[in-house]
């Protein structure tokens, strides 16, 4: 089962992948990927050396096809020489590089490509990343005078002189796993050590993740030619002002656009010319002469951009994108040239001494921040432009306007960036620590004490070196919006000073650094702790009655997906659903479930009825994911600007088969956590204290509303509706505002199965734009009424709007029960697999009596073609009615 859905999604990533080559191929002849031909050999099966690898009289033809970008597991996966780790208990198969010792892993790679060198031009080869360290040698020269060390570091070798005049050549590069490569032992990154490295974390295991057994060994991002005339860009660096307090529409006063470029001649002759760049059918110059085998840097004239088109923040306004085009001219001649996309905003931020916390301002607003964190798209480093898009775009309809990238990983590749410049996320962008594995807490599963823990890793200068060289490649990107020092702990004191006094200052001085994640600098931490959490399930009054942290960079839930995502990992012989003891307020879990790290429902599930088998539990898990995040979202909103200045939810996402903490499993099929948060972030919100009863409106906006209708029904388990009130309100923009509290009523009406709430706002037009409906246990806490419902009269419709678009209509009659908990499902009509990615306009659908729906699904028609069905699956539908046909 889960190759097929991993065959499915590597055919998403190669057809994006072909149609991003070609699209940089019209726009950069000069550059291009060596993503295919590689082969591959471990160090321990070579008896040659890399002179004689890379020269064309050694035969490769019996070696293993390597994947490069890649690790070596995901090499040894795509041999099939192991089985897959993200299934059942299959890690455990797979060998531990601590046990085998670092030679197991360590791997020759070596490629053909056709490449000459010209007159008057230059070729370079550029790395971008390799794990852990690297020997590299071209057609029987060694291009590294020094081991070539960091995970974190871009390679970049001029070729020109090396290149064979036949245009045939060989390139081996020997990749060393990590220098320490950590006992995971089962502690948060096993026992520290891997820490040691400037390098990931989680590789040694973690509460969310098994052990990766390579530990991420190999040239794991993209490999390049680059070929330019005598000087080349190394790296451009884009600032845009904007003064003043701004509103995303009407006309606008100018932005100021400062651009500076990093010019490097490596020719033994001066070369005279102009760094050029364009921003808005405007070009701005500076003539220069570089000396002979130098590098500098050239800051060109600041740009006035009169009514600039700005960058806002999803939910705040338009995510307009400059094309901003860079490039060395000499004479009539481009020697390089870069194309930036730009978008023109600026980040603020400020304390503020109500709250106790730090605000984020965008072009002069503040930003309630509604955020998620992030780990990597990929615990074996599979990167591609299609999941990164996916995936983001899955924070969008979140109604979230921040992701958080963990302090354990990376700092993520531009096209991650890429993805939240265009869907309008903010970044806060971790550096590589955490407070686990680098010393703030006493761990018995630590090799080292805090002392020496305190002080990883082992190279500082190594760290510092990385740390530069990733800003640069990363600053230019408008969602960019927090630098901060580690998860949970600063980095040493030599690092931060570094990079608070020197570093950041001189590279990228726009933006708010914070030490550390939960650091009081960000949130002012009245509760004691490490102002973080709680996580895992809460009573939903918790997240509105207790004040937790101001700015709570991490504060979570439960995330198990439904039976079709639990069918993609776990054997069917282990289909067996958690039982909760109320003695002892333990979980009794299947073992693969424990080692896919399950985290406990507790008494939730009951609530809804007896388990009676795994897929019931999954079906009853999204009722509870559903209402953890809507609550959580909602109890934060509520007291937005007064207790909170934002949140960030830990976690929203898992980069293996984990079942905890996500709004979509790994293999991006969504589960009720992203709907429930979907609706409780809705940027105009209506929504209902569940302490009080009071019903309350949120407007996350910059806009007054004014006028708008607001209408409280509630319908018992037959259908029958109560409106308890129907009334014009008005908000102000960026607050709350208490509306009446219903609980006496709905106390009565509730007492003996449930009762359904309904809150929904009207605009002058009599158009919903905000619609709520909450489900209600009895007196005891129970939901027996759902446990008795009669089936539902729904009616389901679809059709094409378009290619790739599709609108399912869901009708309710009168006189009918509520149509409830609807999951739609874009299939395949024959094998009815879901259809990965697919993108809900909303899920999880409850339909009122009378009452019709639309959502709109999005795909990739290309992949997928048009042998395709809606399923519905329902609380209370039909079973034997759940496949619709697609209209044309």
Known sequence: ?????????????????????????????????????????????????????????????????????????????????????????????????????????????????????????????????????????????????????????????????????????????????????????????????????????????????????????????????????????????????????????????????????????????????????????????????????????????????????????????????????????????????????????????????????????????????????????????????????????????????????????????????????????????????????????????????????????????????????????????????????GNEITPPEDILVALKNDILPRLDNTRWFVDYSNSEEMSRNELGGNGDGPYGIQPLSVFWQHKTYPFNSEVGSVGVGDYESLKRFIPQANMVPPVYNDDTHKNKTDSVWEYHKYIGYDTSITKYGKVKNAEDFAAKAQLVNYDQYRGLAEGFTAHMWDWYTGFIIWKTQNPWTAMRGQMYDYYLDPNACLYGLHNGSEAMHVMYNPVDGMVMLANNTFKAKRSIMLVIKAYDMAGKDSLLTQVFVDIVPASTKKILSVKKILDEMSAKEGVFLSLQLLDTDKKIFSDNLYWLPDAKGDYSGLQKMKSNGLVTTARYLQSGKVEVTLTNPQNKVVAFFNRISLVNADTKERILPAFYSDNYVSVLPGQQKKIIVDYNPALFGKNLAIDIDGWNGASNNRLINIAN
């Open 1 to 485: 089962m889960p190759q097929l859905y991993l065959k499915k999604l590597q055919q998403t990533f190669l057809l994006l992948l072909a149609l991003v080559v070609f699209t940089n191929r019209l726009y950069a002849q000069t550059s291009y990927e060596l993503n295919f031909g590689w082969k591959c050999a471990p160090v321990k099966e070579v008896v040659a050396d890399g002179y004689k690898l890379s020269g064309q009289a050694f035969d490769i033809k019996s070696w293993m096809p390597a994947t490069v970008p890649g690790t070596v597991l995901t090499t040894l996966l795509n041999n099939k020489k192991v089985p897959d780790p993200f299934y059942g208990m299959n890690n455990e198969r797979i060998p531990d590089i601590y046990k085998t010792g670092a030679d197991y892993y360590t791997y020759w790679f070596v490629k053909e490509f056709k490449e000459v060198a010209t007159p008057g031009n230059q070729v370079y080869l550029n790395f971008r990343g390799v794990n852990y360290s690297c020997d590299v040698y071209l057609n029987g020269h060694k291009l590294n005078k020094e081991l070539q060390k960091g995970m974190f570091l871009r390679f970049s070798y001029n070729i020109t002189p090396f290149l064979n005049k036949t245009g045939s050549n060989k390139m081996a590069v020997l990749v060393h796993p990590p220098d320490v490569l950590g006992n995971a032992n089962g502690g948060q990154g096993g026992d520290g050590t891997i820490a040691k490295n400037v390098g990931l974390q989680y590789t040694a295991g973690w509460d969310w993740i098994q052990p990766v057994r390579d530990r991420n060994t190999g040239i794991w991002d993209k490999v390049a030619i680059q070929k330019t005339g005598a000087v080349k860009i190394n790296d451009t660096h884009v600032i845009t002002l904007v003064p003043g307090k701004r509103l995303p529409e009407g006309v606008q006063q100018p932005a100021i656009v400062k651009v500076d470029a990093e010019l490097s001649n490596p020719t033994n002759a001066a070369v005279s010319g102009a760094v050029v760049y364009e921003i808005a059918g405007k070009m701005v110059s500076k003539s220069v002469v570089l000396k002979p085998n130098s590098t500098v840097t050239v800051k060109l004239d600041d740009y006035t951009l009169q009514n600039p088109k700005l960058w806002w923040p999803n939910g705040y306004g338009e995510q307009y994108l400059y094309d901003v085009k860079v490039k060395f001219v000499a004479g009539k001649t481009v020697s390089d040239a870069q194309n930036l996309k730009v978008g023109v905003r600026q980040i603020q931020s400020e304390w503020n001494d109500h709250t106790g916390s730090r605000q984020i301002a965008v072009n002069g607003q503040k930003i309630f921040i509604k955020g998620g964190n992030w780990i990597i798209s990929d615990a074996m480093l599979r990167f591609t432009d299609t999941r990164y898009d996916a995936e983001v775009r899955f924070h969008r309809d979140m109604n979230l306007n921040l992701i958080r990238i963990w302090g354990g990983s990376i700092i993520e590749r531009p096209e991650f960036y890429d993805a939240c410049d265009r869907y309008g996320m903010l970044v806060f962008q971790d550096l590589w620590g955490s407070g686990d594995c680098n010393g703030r807490w006493i761990d018995p599963m630590k090799l080292e004490d805090q002392w020496t823990r305190r002080k990883y890793p082992d190279d500082h200068g190594l760290f510092l070196r990385s740390a530069e060289d990733q800003i640069k490649m990363v600053r230019n990107h408008a969602s960019l919006a927090i630098w901060c020092g």
